[in-house]
Nanobody
Framework: QVQFVESGGGLVQPGGSLRLSCAAS????????MGWYRQAPGKQREFVAS???????TYGVPVKGRFTVYKDNAKNTFDLQMNTLQPEDTAVYFC??????????WGQGTQVTVSS
């Protein structure tokens, strides 16, 4: 089952910032690892960033130094702060846990468009 709902996407100019949010649907976050992924038109879904229950973060090379992930179990939110956005960041962004990634279960995602 898909437990997570993404929001916060939109249109932003190059160099701008945007914060995406991931909310639990019908339950609290229970996985020790939560991740953000993205998929551009005609391309494979790729890893963006992740965070463990203990706060250890990992970032994909294209976003390292520009994106930051945050997790709040009490509020059932998992956010992605995106800074200095570039046109190549344009994609549908998804949040997920490892169990659902392994099963191929994904939510609807939220569209991020970086354009002048």
């Amino acid at each position: 089952q898909v437990q997570f709902v993404e929001s916060g996407g939109g249109l932003v100019q190059p160099g701008g910032s945007l914060r995406l949010s991931c909310a639990a649907s019908g339950s609290s976050f229970s996985s020790s690892v939560m991740g953000w992924y993205r998929q551009a038109p005609g391309k494979q879904r790729e890893f963006v960033a992740s965070i463990t229950d203990g706060g250890l973060t990992t970032y994909g090379v294209p976003v390292k130094g520009r994106f930051t992930v945050y997790k709040d179990n009490a509020k059932n939110t998992f956010d992605l702060q995106m800074n200095t956005l570039q046109p190549e960041d344009t994609a549908v962004y998804f949040c997920n846990d490892l169990q659902n990634v392994a099963r191929g279960h994904w939510g609807q995602g939220t569209q991020v468009t970086v354009s002048s």
